[in-house]
């Protein structure tokens, strides 16, 4: 993965190939065409807490290369405002949890240069929240105008079959096998939102990796008991 000028590492599992898709293929096929040099001013995309809008912001950045930046407000706003600065020099800028920093007037005008020089130097702005840019909470009013003018999609939430099928495809990315049986018995014994069912993939990958185990039900239930 790049290494971003800001101190920033991006996640190794967090590219296009790993993430699927379900009812968000046309966000999906959206993203990867603004990442490739595609035209357009960029996007909004907003959903529930892990529904992938951290892996998709991340996806862009990596198949874009130097010609993007990443940046997690949510981690940064701490560092303040500046940090925007000189961004527009970037073909695109990708900025996450940007809803942490609504209502903050130096951010919001910091926010809006930056908007107003990438768009005048042709760059493009990817944008995760929460909700859509008018529920967002923006105090500035020409801020809110400004992103409220790029596409919007709704990241919409799996079903539970594509739930499984997300996990097998994550553990095919790490070179796993993880049999349909499994994945529906790891579904029902954790909670189900993908960040803590990934999360328990990635337990269970280090598992099986030191008792070099397959991931079958009776492993996958002792393990659930051992650290209940």
């Known amino acids: 993965m790049n290494q971003l000028a800001l101190p920033l590492q991006l996640a190794d599992h967090a590219v296009f190939a790993s993430f699927l ?100 130097a042709g760059g493009q702005l990817v944008v995760a929240a929460a909700a859509t840019p008018r529920e967002t909470g923006f105090s500035l009013a020409d801020l809110a105008s400004r ?31 993880l049999p349909d049986d499994t994945a529906s018995f790891m579904l029902r014994r954790s909670r189900r939102d993908m960040a803590s069912l990934y999360d328990l993939l990635d337990r269970l990958d280090h598992e099986a990796l030191k008792a070099k185990r397959r991931l079958t039900i009776p492993f996958v239930r002792g393990v659930l008991e051992r650290d209940a």
């Open 21 to 120: 898709a379900g009812d968000n293929d046309t966000l999906v096929a959206a993203l990867v065409d603004l990442s490739g040099g595609g035209a357009g001013q960029g996007c909004w995309l907003w959903g529930a807490a892990a529904t992938g809008k951290t892996h998709l912001l991340q996806a862009v950045c990596d198949a874009a290369g130097d010609r993007s930046a990443y940046l997690p407000l949510d981690m940064l706003c701490a560092a303040g405002p500046g940090i925007l600065e000189g961004l527009e020099s970037r073909d695109l800028v990708c900025i996450d949890d940007i809803d942490r920093v609504a209502g903050d007037n130096e951010w919001e005008r910091a926010l809006f240069r930056l908007y107003n020089a990438l768009h005048e």
């Open 147 to 177: 992103m409220s003018k790029l596409p919007v999609f709704q990241l919409r939430v799996l079903t539970d079959e594509q739930r499984v099928a997300a996990l097998q495809l994550r553990a095919r990315h790490r070179g796993l096998e």
